[in-house]
C-alpha cells in the first residue's frame, strides 16, 4: 500500500472510532450538561444582581470542565484574574508538525426569571430530546460538547500533530474579557485557530457556520428636564400658557430622541444590508428606561431626570466609530428642531464598544470544520454541508481578533431561546456538535497516530 493510501486508511479510520466514540459517549455528555445548568452560575456582574449572591458559581462550572479536560489528557490550569472567578484551561499537546486548534465558550449565564419559566430555570431536565435549563443553549452545551470532543478522541485512541487548547471561561455575558479570554490568551492558551462553541442556530436546526459576527455598542442618554408639580403639566405643556419656562417633561423629551432612532433603525432594516444576515437583524433596542422627579419616584411632579440605556447590533461591514457617529448625528439633528432640547442636548456615554469581525475566506479553519460537519451528520455532500451564517449575538472572537487570532463560531443551540424564558438545547445538536469539533481537530491539527486509549 502507498504511503498516501496508508495514511488515508488511517484517516478514515480515526474517523470512524472518533464518531463511534462519541456515540458511546453521548449519556455522560448529556448527564454533565444537566449537571452543569444545575449550577446557578449568574454573572455575578450583570447589571441588577447582587455580586455577593453570584460569586463564585462561575468557578464551580470552570471545576467541572476542568476534570474533563484531565480526563482527555489535558494539562489543566485554573486561570484567575478576579478572585473565585475561575478559568478553566487545558492543552492537549501533539505529537508536533500539526497547527493548533482552540475552543473557546463561557460558564456564565445570565440571569433568570423563574416566574415567567415553565420549570425551575436550573433544573437541568433531561428529556428524551432536550436538555432544558438556563445556559443549556448559551453556553453550557458548547462548552461541555468540546470538552467530550476531547474525551472522544482520547478514548479513540487517537493522537493529533498538533496541539488542542481547551478553555472554559467567565466574563462573556458582560463583556469582561479582561477576566475570561483575554486572561486565558495572555496565560499562554492560545493556538492557530479557534472555533467559539456559541449556539449557531436560531431555530434549533442543525448548527450553522458562522464567519462573521457583528458589531455591538451599549450606550446610555441622560435628558436634563424642569420640575414643577404633577398638576401644573396642562400649563407647562401648552405654550399658550405657561410653556417650558414652568415645567419640562423629560419623558415627553425622550419621545423626540426615541423617534429618530426608531427611523434610523427602519432606514437599517430597509438599506443597510448583509450577505450573512436577514434583512432588518441590525437593530438599536432601547431597553433600560429610568425617568422621575429628582427626589422621589412617584409622579407627582414633572419629571426632571431621565437616562435610557441602549442595545446596538450593526452591520459586521461597519465599524464602530461609523455606527457611533451616525447615531450620535441622528440625536443631535433630531434636537435642533426642539428648543428645549437645542439647548439641553441629551448626554451620551458609551458603556460597551464591542467591534465586529469577518473571517478571512481563504482562512484553512474552513474546510477543516465543513468536512467535519458534513461527516457528523453521517454523509459527505454537497446537501450536508454547514450553512454560512452570521452570528446572531456577540462573542469573545471579538478580543482573539485583536491578538491576531482568527476563528468560527459553531455550537449547538436553540438561539431564540438564549437570555429567553425555557431555553433548552436538543440532544441531537449536542452529539452533532461534539463530532464536528473531534473531526475538526483531526483534520485540521493532523493525524499523528491511531491507538489504544
Known sequence: MSEANSHHSARSQAVSTVLAA???LTPALVQTLAEAVQIPSVNPRYPGQNYTDHIGRESEVSALLADLYRSSGADVEIV????????????????????????????????????????????????????HGRGATDDKGGVVAAAFAALALKRAGVKLKGDVVLQ???????????????????????A?????????????????????????????????????????????????????????????????????????EDQWAQHDRHP??????????????????????VPFALADTLTVEYSVTHNPARTNEDVIAEIEHAVRSACALDP???????IFEWKLLWAPY?????????PALTSAHSAALGAIDESRLPELSGFFGLCDITWMDARGLQGVMYGPGVGN????????VPIEQLVVAAKTYALTALAFCGLAEVGTS
Open 168 to 190: 472554559a471561561v467567565v466574563g462573556e455575558e458582560t463583556g469582561d474579557h479582561q477576566y475570561g479570554t483575554s486572561a486565558a490568551l495572555d496565560a499562554g492558551y492560545t
Open 417 to 424: 431561546t438564549a437570555h429567553a424564558e425555557d431555553e433548552y
Open 22 to 24: 462519541v456515540d458511546e
Open 358 to 366: 469577518t473571517l478571512s475566506p481563504d482562512h484553512p479553519l474552513l
Open 192 to 264: 492557530d485557530a479557534a472555533v467559539i462553541v456559541e449556539p449557531t442556530s436560531y431555530d434549533g436546526t442543525t448548527p450553522k457556520l458562522a464567519t462573521v459576527s457583528a458589531g455591538g455598542l451599549w450606550f446610555s442618554l441622560s435628558f436634563e428636564g424642569k420640575a414643577a408639580h404633577s398638576s401644573l403639566r396642562g400649563r407647562a405643556l401648552h405654550p399658550t400658557l405657561d410653556g417650558e419656562t414652568l415645567g419640562v417633561n423629560t419623558v415627553d423629551k425622550f419621545w423626540v430622541v426615541y423617534q429618530a432612532l426608531r427611523n434610523l
Open 80 to 131: 484567575t484574574v478576579e478572585a473565585d472567578r475561575d478559568n478553566a484551561c487545558g492543552r492537549i499537546v501533539g505529537a508536533g508538525g500539526g497547527p493548533s486548534i482552540l475552543f473557546n465558550g463561557h460558564v456564565d449565564v445570565v440571569p433568570a426569571n423563574a416566574s415567567k419559566w415553565s420549570r425551575d430555570p436550573f433544573s437541568g431536565l433531561v428529556t428524551d430530546t432536550d436538555v
Open 276 to 297: 450573512h444576515y436577514v434583512p432588518g437583524h441590525f437593530s438599536i433596542l432601547p431597553a433600560v428606561l429610568d425617568a422621575h422627579p429628582t427626589g422621589f419616584k
Open 340 to 346: 428645549w432640547l437645542r439647548e439641553h442636548t441629551p
